[in-house]
Each structure stands twice: as structure tokens, then as C-alpha cells.
């Protein structure tokens, strides 16, 4: 057995301490921006040597109420002096029968039973497998550079191959189509990109499946891809291709519910009715849960037994759930919706002012700043090519120099996001944009 090398009743008082037990007993695992958290408020991160960053993250797209959230934390704590863990679906309780109905009565259209896990893969499993249970067909068809999870289910409908190296097989019976990425659109010249470039499902269902189709897996904005807003009429045509071939829409708001898009859920920016809808990152302000929440008559083909998880829906995460919401609804998806706005004509003038800024695009508190070498073409049309060391060099100079962390995802790694709080108030905001200027002034 290894020698333990550090008291674990001492507090840690540097990053490093911190660090150098993840590198000696934390799978080797990407670690993309190496702030060690001591605590956290608001939209401030504080690390073991009392440096405070501008946090506009939110742990990958979480912490839509804002770390620390009061009303939250209270109704957690609540929760856990009442009862902690029963398993909810062996001993009905109350957390987990107010989420329930209030989840139904938030979710857009006549969504009106979930079931509750514990992570955005598991829910998007959950709901490939209701989808085969209901349609009673088995192929699935997911987009190209999609991102839906990375156990081998949701691994199969994710489209990006550096998540599958060395992973494979997964799930067999998924086929991918073409992602609205208008900027980089294979099928068209870019800025073209409209609702015909749905056709492509169509000729994908055609010469990729047998037909035998149980659900087409949607993020309505897409997030990992980098920040993908399709094109007015693209989802809604998805949707009818999806009806026509007797398949269910499953809309992927892992990512994109609970806020993030200045709407409660993305889908309600357009004209469309998913089949399931499947939550998690938000959906409790950073406590672990999930959920897909279908239907009546798409819900009840599942029968007793065909489902279930240990933890899922534990009632402590439920209860903060609860809160969450009731938060969002007190102004704080407003707040996303003013601030987004502003946002975007911000980084539309970056775009405007500086080559090296290809797109931005977005909506909501969820945007995406698209970086390039301008004196490059890039893959699929005529946009430069991707810059991710640009990017990877943006965000380490944030970091280090202006105490902001930033994410940098986007299929080709290069694409800066703004995914902050929704809490975050317009100084914070313009202090991120103002850095973000300042770094690319200095490190492109
Ligand atoms: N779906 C989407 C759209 C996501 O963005 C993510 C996480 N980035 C997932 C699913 C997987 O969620 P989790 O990491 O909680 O399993």
C-alpha cells in the first residue's frame, strides 16, 4: 500500500497541496483551467491562497443561481437535517414529488412525468431507452460534433471522435447528421445556412439507418460543439423529419436548461415540442442530479422495473432543485435575458475589430467566441482556420493575469465561452468582455 504523504485532517494551504494530491491520486484526467476552489460566492471563485477570480463558467454551465446561492443552500441544508437518502424510488418523498409536478408545469409544451437521475449522461441513456421502449424501434440519430455524455450510451450519440479514442465499441445503432454550424457548414457556403440544411437528416435516415428509427438526439444550442445556435426554422424541421419517420424528438438541455439561454429551457426560443426533454448541470445549482421528463403517453411505456437508479433523485438535491427554480423565475432568467442581449452586440464588436475573432455567437448568458488564423483556410468552407492554441493562450492569460476564468471548448478546441452566472451583473460582465479584449490585444 502507498505511503500516505498528507494528513488529511490538515487543511491544505496552497494550490500546489491541492494539485500534487490530484496528480498522485486522481486519474490523469484533463484538467483545463487548474484553479483549485478553497470556496466560492456568487460569481467569485477563491483558491487556497486567497486570489479571487471572475468566474464566468460556472463549472462547465452550473452554477446558473450563483455559487452559494442563499435560498439554495438553505433549502439543502433543510433537507438534510429532515432525510438525507431512502432511495426515491423505493420510499416516496416530498423533494422529490414537488420537483415532479413543478417540473411539469415549467418544461415546455405537455411534458408531464420524469424520472430523475444523477448526471446529464445518464438522463440522456434514460431517455434513449424510453424512446425505444415507446416507439418500440432501436436506431438513433444524434449530430455531428455533438456532445451528449461520455458513458458508452450517450459516447455512441456523442459526434466527436477525440471523446472516443480508445473507447470504442460503443452502443451500435446510431447514425450522425450535420450540425447547424453555419460558420463551418459542410453543406453549404456558411452565412447560407438555413432550415434546408435539415434536408441532411433525410438523407441520412435514408442512407444510414434501416429506418427502424426510436429518437433524433438534439441539443438545441449546442454547447461542446461550441456555442451553436441553428438557424431560424432548422429545429423545427428536424422535428417533422424526426415525426415523419416515426421517431421522437429528444431535445438535449443538459447545457442549455435551467436559464443558461435568457428562456427556462432553449427549446422555447423556437417552434418545437420535444418528445423528452433531458436536464441536469443546472438544474440544482451544482448538486448532483438528472432528469428526462416526457410525455404522459410517452412516459408510460416504461413498466415497473424498467428503470431505475440507487441515488437518483436523492431528496437533498431535489430540494435545492426546488429552490433553483424558484429562483430563476424571481428575475435571474430575466437577468440572463438582459445581459445576454448586451453581451452579444459586445462581442459582436470584437468580432468586427479583430481578425483573429471569427464568429461569436449565442444566446442568453451562453456564448461562444470563435477564434481563428486569419491568414489560414480552415476546414469544410471558406472560414479561417481554427486557432486553439490561440485559444488555449487567451484563456491561460485570463487566468493569470486577470483573475477571469474563461472556458475554451468548440469541436476544434478554439472557441472562448461565455457561460457565466446568470446572477452576473453588468460590471462583472463588461470586466469580462474588457479582459477578454485585453488579452487578445496581447497574446494574438
Ligand atoms: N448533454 C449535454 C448537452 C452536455 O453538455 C453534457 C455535459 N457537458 C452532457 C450531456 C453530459 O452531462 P454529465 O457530464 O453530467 O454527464
Not at 143 to 161: D, I, P, V, Y
Not at 343 to 372: A, I, K, P
Request: proline share 5%; net charge negative; with cysteine.
Amino acid at each position: 500500500m502507498a505511503e500516505q504523504q498528507t494528513d488529511p485532517s490538515v487543511g491544505r494551504e496552497s494550490n500546489a497541496a491541492v494539485l500534487s494530491a490530484y496528480d498522485d491520486h486522481m486519474m490523469p484526467i484533463w484538467k483545463s483551467l487548474d484553479v483549485p476552489v478553497k470556496r466560492a460566492s456568487g460569481c467569485t471563485l477563491e483558491d487556497f491562497e486567497g486570489n479571487e477570480y471572475l468566474d464566468v463558467f460556472s463549472g462547465i454551465s452550473v452554477v446558473n443561481v450563483g455559487h452559494g446561492n442563499d435560498a439554495v443552500v438553505d433549502a439543502a441544508k433543510d433537507q438534510l437535517d429532515e432525510f438525507v437518502h431512502g432511495c426515491s424510488y423505493v420510499h416516496p418523498n416530498e423533494p422529490v414529488a414537488d420537483l415532479a409536478e413543478r417540473i411539469a408545469e415549467v418544461t415546455p409544451g405537455d411534458l408531464q412525468k420524469s424520472f430523475f437521475c444523477n448526471s446529464g449522461t445518464e438522463a440522456v441513456e434514460g431517455a434513449v431507452k424510453l424512446a425505444r421502449k415507446y416507439t418500440g424501434s432501436k436506431e438513433v440519430i444524434a449530430l455531428e460534433m455533438g456532445f451528449h455524455g461520455r458513458t458508452l450510451g450517450s459516447l455512441a450519440l456523442t459526434g466527436n471522435k477525440a471523446y472516443k479514442k480508445g473507447m470504442a465499441p460503443t452502443l451500435n445503432d446510431v447514425a450522425h447528421t450535420a450540425p447547424p454550424y453555419g460558420y463551418r457548414c459542410p453543406r453549404c457556403d456558411g452565412d447560407q445556412c438555413d432550415a434546408d440544411c435539415a434536408e441532411e437528416l433525410e438523407r441520412i435516415i435514408g442512407s444510414h439507418t434501416s429506418g427502424d428509427l426510436a429518437a433524433v438526439v438534439v441539443e438545441p444550442v449546442m454547447g461542446e460543439a461550441g456555442i451553436i445556435v441553428p438557424p431560424a426554422g432548422w429545429l423545427e424541421r428536424v422535428q417533422e423529419i424526426a415525426h415523419d419517420h416515426g421517431a421522437l424528438l429528444i431535445a438535449d438541455e443538459v447545457q442549455t436548461g435551467y436559464g443558461r439561454t435568457g428562456e427556462l429551457f432553449a427549446s422555447s426560443h423556437f417552434d418545437v415540442e420535444p418528445d423528452i426533454l433531458t436536464q441536469a448541470k443546472g438544474i440544482a445549482n451544482g448538486l448532483p442530479l438528472g432528469a428526462f421528463t416526457a410525455s404522459a403517453e410517452v412516459a408510460d411505456a416504461f413498466e415497473s422495473g424498467d428503470h431505475l437508479s440507487t441515488f437518483g433523485g436523492n431528496p437533498v438535491a431535489c430540494a435545492a432543485a426546488l429552490a433553483t427554480i424558484d429562483e430563476l423565475q424571481d428575475g435571474i432568467v430575466d437577468n440572463a435575458s438582459q445581459q445576454g442581449a448586451w453581451l452579444e452586440s459586445e462581442l459582436q464588436t470584437l468580432e468586427d475589430e479583430y481578425d483573429v475573432v471569427g464568429q461569436t455567437r449565442g444566446l442568453g448568458l451562453m456564448h461562444g467566441v470563435e477564434l481563428v488564423d486569419p491568414s489560414e483556410t480552415g476546414p469544410q468552407n471558406v472560414a479561417p482556420k481554427p486557432d486553439k492554441d490561440l485559444a488555449s493562450a487567451v484563456s491561460e492569460y485570463l487566468r493569470e493575469e486577470s483573475n477571469v476564468v474563461m472556458g475554451v471548448g468548440g469541436y476544434y478546441k478554439n472557441v472562448m465561452r461565455f457561460q457565466p452566472p446568470l446572477t452576473i451583473s453588468r460590471d462583472q460582465l463588461e470586466r469580462a468582455v474588457d479582459e477578454l479584449e485585453a488579452a487578445l490585444e496581447t497574446v494574438a
